[in-house]
């Protein structure tokens, strides 16, 4: 069994800033890319950032700047800073991982954690 924890959601205002968590357990062999996802009330989920295992990374165009994504693989870990947050960034954040355990590979979801922003 695999799970995905996120933590470090919560309200601030605009312009402050959020470093959400995620940390993978379970019987866990590999982990491949880790990624962070939002859905906005009545919108899609849409991708935030993505990070290799290696560390290479990959960001939503609009939040290119504001938004870093970095990962610890000891822990098992990704992380998601977020810098000058707006209104519109407020939604539920889901961590997303590609893991192998022995004979399968897939990927899972976390719970999400919900970010508000004020204005």
């Known amino acids: 069994q695999v799970q995905l924890v996120e933590s470090g959601g919560g309200l601030v205002q605009a312009g402050g800033s959020l470093r959400l968590s995620c940390a993978a357990s379970g019987r866990i062999l590999d982990i491949n890319d880790m990624g962070w996802y939002r859905q906005a009330p009545g919108k899609q989920r849409e991708l935030v950032a993505t990070i290799t295992n290696s560390g290479s990374t990959n960001y939503a165009d609009s939040l290119l700047g504001r938004f870093t994504i970095s990962r610890d693989n000891a822990k098992k870990t990704v992380y998601l800073q977020m810098n000058s947050l707006k209104p519109e960034d407020t939604a539920v954040y889901y961590c997303?991982?590609?893991?192998?355990?022995?004979?399968?590979?897939?990927?899972?979801w976390g719970q999400g954690t919900q970010v508000t922003v004020s204005s």
């Open positions: 997303n991982a590609d893991v192998g355990t022995w004979g399968l590979r897939r990927g899972y």
